[in-house]
């Protein structure tokens, strides 16, 4: 190394009398693997640009650029720029970037999301105007038929057997279809929660004792302590009945349903039910909420969206996860 020029000089922090006895490269690249590159480099004297990372004497990290010059004499002269700053601003400009990207992506998500539910109440909103439409019109001869099938029962006192399984088949169905009425008007015209302050498992032990479990399907609850929820306790036992049938169901009527309650860090109720059925598909755990959306031979899927919107409007959340076996997390305030 003959000469070095002041700007490297001051860089670098070497002088051009300090190198004679030094090995510069050996100094600026002391990672062996990028001296060996540099090296190889300067000895092809190629005017093409590239990129390396020297140290200066003080171990301070420098992003350069160099091009090689081999005059005819056979003088090397090795031109480097100081591309540190520029780099810098680059890092920068690619974390802005980023950062603008995932706002986008955020937004756009946003704007979906807001796009689905503005559809959900344009659909809600015809089913509520067709619900309130005909359940005058279906309730009355439901209650009809309902009272007729009573009486004939007492008339006939002990009769034909057969003929009394028809009529409980009956009775059966005109509780499914009054039921089905119910649903759709309890989803179309769900009323703001009228808070107060309740034991949350006195809400699920409510729930429970209101539900049909049959005797094959095992309840363990568990609560690490006594927890308390700002809630309307008709609609929060509505939708645990909705969770807490939709598992019996789901596990065939056998199995086991295990409720357990917590405190989280948010200071939120979390409320955890886990069933032994054979899980949600995957496909399928965006879409349980969906209002007419459900894979059983007999349903109209009502119930979850009966349930996300009451949990929602209590200003709490609910979601689905499938491990097998369905699990629903509920929070509530």
């Known amino acids: 190394m003959l000469?070095?020029?002041?700007?490297?000089?001051?860089?670098?922090?070497?002088?051009?009398?300090?190198?004679?006895?030094?090995d510069l490269m050996e100094k600026v690249y002391p990672d062996p693997v990028c001296r060996r590159q540099a090296l190889e480099y300067m000895q092809k004297a190629s005017v093409e640009w590239k990129?390396?990372?020297?140290?200066?004497?003080?171990?301070?990290?420098?992003?350069?650029?160099?091009?090689?010059?081999r005059l005819k004499d056979g003088t090397q002269i090795s031109i480097g720029i100081?591309?540190?700053?520029?780099?810098?601003?680059?890092?920068?400009?690619?974390?802005y970037s980023e950062h603008l990207e995932k706002m986008v992506d955020e937004r756009t998500k946003a704007l979906r999301e807001a796009q689905k539910k503005l559809l959900l109440k344009e659909r809600l909103a015809i089913l509520g105007h067709f619900a309130g439409s005909i359940s005058h019109e279906i309730r009355n001869p439901l209650a009809a038929i309902d009272s007729s099938v009573y009486f004939l029962k007492m008339g006939m006192g002990e009769g034909n057997e057969k003929v009394r399984k028809h009529l409980g088949r009956i009775t059966s169905n005109v509780h499914k279809a009054t039921s089905i009425i119910e649903s759709l008007l309890n989803l179309t015209r769900m009323e703001k929660p009228k808070a107060e302050i309740h034991d949350l498992s006195e809400l699920v032990n409510d729930a429970l004792q209101s539900s049909k479990?049959?005797?094959?399907?095992?309840?363990?609850?568990?609560?690490?302590?006594?927890?308390?929820?700002n809630s309307e306790r008709e609609q929060i036992r509505m939708a645990l009945k909705n969770i807490i049938k939709n598992a019996v169901q789901a596990m065939d009527g056998s199995g086991k349903l295990m409720i357990t309650a917590?405190?989280?860090?948010?200071?939120?109720?979390?409320?955890?039910?886990?069933?032994?059925?054979?899980?949600i598909p995957s496909e399928n755990l965006n879409k349980i909420f969906e209002p007419l959306f459900t894979t059983k031979a007999q349903g109209i899927g009502f119930g979850l969206s009966i349930t996300k919107m009451i949990i929602e409007n209590h200003g709490g959340t609910i979601r689905a996860e499938s491990e097998p076996g369905d699990r629903l997390l509920l929070t509530c305030p």
């Open 3 to 22: 000469y070095l020029n002041k700007e490297f000089e001051k860089k670098i922090g070497w002088k051009t009398e300090e190198v004679k006895d030094v």
């Open 82 to 95: 100081d591309i540190t700053r520029r780099k810098q601003d680059e890092e920068k400009l690619k974390q």
């Open 213 to 229: 479990i049959p005797d094959t399907v095992e309840v363990v609850t568990s609560f690490s302590e006594s927890i308390s929820i």
């Open 51 to 69: 990129e390396f990372r020297v140290q200066s004497r003080t171990g301070k990290s420098i992003v350069s650029e160099w091009s090689n010059i």
């Open 262 to 279: 917590c405190i989280v860090k948010t200071g939120n109720a979390e409320l955890v039910l886990t069933d032994t059925g054979p899980g």
